[in-house]
């Protein structure tokens, strides 16, 4: 599976992006997805999480009523909405696939990843 993220910018504090995650395969409707993000000088770090169907989703206190994650089974991809955003939301942001159909919180349940894509976030 190869997955395919794309949407990253600049954007002024209390602006939106929407990220996109586009995998290479049908299978990647059967499994759990994630996004995640590392800022610079710091470890990769949990953002939101959707089970295969889109049905069940978690997501990091941080971004918690502003970042909404979503699916499209149909076009295999997926999508996090990020609104309000915050300086401190700057970093690269990786979609993953799980190795089960559930939602996960763990860099370790996630086998495969996308390239990453970078969110400025200016003040």
């Known amino acids: 599976v190869q997955l395919q993220a794309s949407g990253g910018g600049l954007v002024q504090a209390g602006g939106s992006l929407r990220l996109s995650c586009a995998a290479s395969?049908?299978?990647?409707?059967?499994?759990?997805m994630g996004w995640f993000r590392q800022a610079p000088g710091k470890e990769r770090e949990f953002v939101a999480t959707?089970?295969?169907?889109?049905?069940?989703?978690y997501y990091a206190d941080s971004v918690k009523g502003r970042f909404t994650i979503s699916r499209d089974n149909a076009k295999n991809t997926g999508y996090p909405q990020m609104n309000s955003l915050k300086p401190e939301d700057t970093g690269v942001y990786y979609c993953?696939?799980?190795?089960?159909?559930?939602?996960?919180?763990?860099?370790?349940?996630?086998?495969?990843w996308g390239q990453g894509t970078l969110v400025t976030v200016s003040s």
């Open positions: 959707i089970n295969y169907s889109g049905g069940v989703t």
């Open positions: 993953a696939s799980s190795a089960t159909q559930y939602i996960s919180v763990m860099l370790r349940e996630y086998n495969y």
């Open positions: 395969v049908r299978t990647f409707s059967r499994y759990g």
